[in-house]
C-alpha cells in the first residue's frame, strides 16, 4: 500500500516538474521569438534613427502667415501650407506650397507662387523654387526659381524663365527686376539667345 503512494506521488511529482518546465521553456521560448522576430535589427536601427533625427528635426507649423514692410516700404504677404525651421536657425524658415503678394506703391500687386521656399525672417528676404508662377498686372512668368532680396531691392526670377503678356512672349535665362527703379533686365547666360515675340500694335 505504502508503496503504491509513493509511486503515485513520484508520479505526480514528476508531471508537475515536467509541466512546469514545459511551460517554462514555451514561455521563454515565446517571449525570445517575440523579442527577435517581429522587430528586425533593421528595423530597431532605422527606429532608433527617426527618434534621433526626430529630436534634431525642425519646428513645424501649417497654415503660417508672414507680413509687413520691405526696404522700400512695399507691403507683402508670404503664406504657406507647411512650414519649418530649425532649432539651430531660427531665422530661415523652410515653406512648402508658397504664395506671395507684393504690393508696389504705384497701387499694383506681384502675386508669387512655388512648391517651396525659404524665408529669412531678419532680412526678410525670400526664395521661391520648383514650379515658380508669378502675375504682375497682365503679365504671366513661369520658371523653376526665384529669389527676392530685400536688403538689394531685387526680385532675380531665374531657369527657364517664359513671359507671357498681351504684347508678347519672352523666354531667357534670367530677369531682374530692380524694385526701386521699377526697371527689368533680362539676361542669357553660355551664348544662349533671348527669344521675343512682341506684338507691337
Given at each position: 500500500?505504502m508503496?503504491?503512494?509513493?509511486k503515485?506521488?513520484?508520479i505526480?511529482?514528476?508531471?508537475?516538474?515536467?509541466?512546469v518546465?514545459?511551460?517554462?521553456f514555451t514561455?521563454?521560448?515565446?517571449?525570445?521569438?517575440?523579442?527577435y522576430n517581429?522587430v528586425s535589427k533593421?528595423?530597431q536601427d532605422?527606429i532608433?534613427m527617426?527618434i534621433?533625427?526626430?529630436?534634431?528635426?525642425?519646428?513645424?507649423?501649417?497654415?503660417?502667415?508672414?507680413?509687413g514692410?520691405?526696404?522700400?516700404?512695399?507691403?507683402?504677404?508670404?503664406?504657406?501650407e507647411r512650414?519649418?525651421n530649425?532649432?539651430?536657425?531660427q531665422?530661415?524658415?523652410?515653406?512648402?506650397?508658397?504664395i506671395?503678394?507684393?504690393y508696389?506703391k504705384?497701387d499694383?500687386v506681384?502675386e508669387?507662387?512655388?512648391k517651396q521656399?525659404?524665408?529669412n525672417?531678419k532680412?526678410l528676404?525670400?526664395i521661391?523654387?520648383g514650379?515658380?508662377e508669378?502675375?504682375?498686372?497682365?503679365?504671366y512668368?513661369?520658371?523653376q526659381?526665384?529669389v527676392?532680396?530685400?536688403?538689394?531691392?531685387?526680385l532675380t526670377?531665374?531657369?527657364?524663365?517664359?513671359?507671357k503678356?498681351a504684347?508678347?512672349?519672352?523666354s531667357a535665362?534670367?530677369?531682374?527686376f530692380?524694385?526701386?527703379?521699377?526697371?527689368?533686365?533680362?539676361?542669357s547666360f553660355?551664348n544662349?539667345?533671348?527669344n521675343?515675340?512682341?506684338?507691337l500694335?
Amino acid at each position: 500500500m505504502m508503496n503504491r503512494r509513493k509511486k503515485l506521488r513520484l508520479i505526480q511529482f514528476t508531471l508537475l516538474v515536467l509541466g512546469v518546465l514545459i511551460i517554462s521553456f514555451t514561455y521563454f521560448d515565446s517571449k525570445k521569438n517575440l523579442k527577435y522576430n517581429i522587430v528586425s535589427k533593421e528595423t530597431q536601427d532605422k527606429i532608433k534613427m527617426q527618434i534621433k533625427n526626430k529630436n534634431q528635426e525642425d519646428n513645424v507649423f501649417f497654415d503660417i502667415e508672414y507680413s509687413g514692410l520691405d526696404l522700400n516700404g512695399n507691403r507683402y504677404i508670404l503664406k504657406s501650407e507647411r512650414a519649418t525651421n530649425s532649432k539651430f536657425n531660427q531665422e530661415i524658415v523652410n515653406l512648402e506650397t508658397v504664395i506671395a503678394y507684393f504690393y508696389f506703391k504705384d497701387d499694383t500687386v506681384l502675386e508669387v507662387k512655388s512648391k517651396q521656399g525659404k524665408y529669412n525672417n531678419k532680412t526678410l528676404d525670400m526664395i521661391f523654387e520648383g514650379n515658380v508662377e508669378a502675375i504682375y498686372e497682365k503679365s504671366y512668368l513661369t520658371a523653376q526659381k526665384a529669389v527676392f532680396s530685400n536688403s538689394e531691392g531685387f526680385l532675380t526670377i531665374s531657369n527657364n524663365v517664359k513671359v507671357k503678356d498681351a504684347k508678347g512672349s519672352i523666354s531667357a535665362d534670367e530677369l531682374l527686376f530692380d524694385i526701386t527703379k521699377q526697371t527689368l533686365d533680362i539676361a542669357s547666360f553660355n551664348n544662349n539667345k533671348i527669344n521675343a515675340n512682341i506684338n507691337l500694335e
